[in-house]
């Protein structure tokens, strides 16, 4: 089993900064890939960013060279910096780890709670 848990959530306005964090524990020789999905009310679960063990990151379309994520493997650690947020971007945002298909563009894996992210116009 992986635990995750993310931290950094909040209101931000538009146009600001916001990092979100999310640190794995547990049974980490099992995760590959580490990234986020957000969910905005009434809306699907979509994928944010993901990033590969070996750096490799994968971004949709919405945030990118707005948002860029990271990764600090000796620390478990996955990282979301969110530069100029709009009120789109609001959502609540969710740490995954595990193994990432492409093709679907799902996370096959585990997940955290979620983190509230609010962006005021």
């Known amino acids: 089993q992986v635990q995750l848990v993310e931290s950094g959530g909040g209101l931000v306005q538009a146009g600001g900064s916001l990092r979100l964090s999310c640190a794995a524990s547990g049974s980490i020789s099992s995760i590959n890939d580490m990234g986020w999905y957000r969910q905005a009310p009434g809306k699907q679960r979509e994928l944010v960013a993901i990033?590969?063990?070996?750096?490799?990151?994968t971004y949709a379309d919405s945030v990118r060279g707005r948002f860029t994520i990271s990764r600090n493997n000796a620390k478990n650690t996955v990282y979301l910096q969110m530069n100029s947020p709009k009120p789109e971007d609001t959502a609540v945002y969710c740490c995954?780890?595990?193994?990432?298909?492409?093709?679907?563009?799902?996370?096959?894996?585990?997940w955290g709670q979620g983190t509230q992210v609010t962006v005021s116009s």
């Open positions: 990033i590969s063990i070996g750096g490799t990151t």
């Open positions: 995954a780890a595990g193994w990432f298909l492409a093709g679907t563009g799902t996370m096959h894996g585990y």
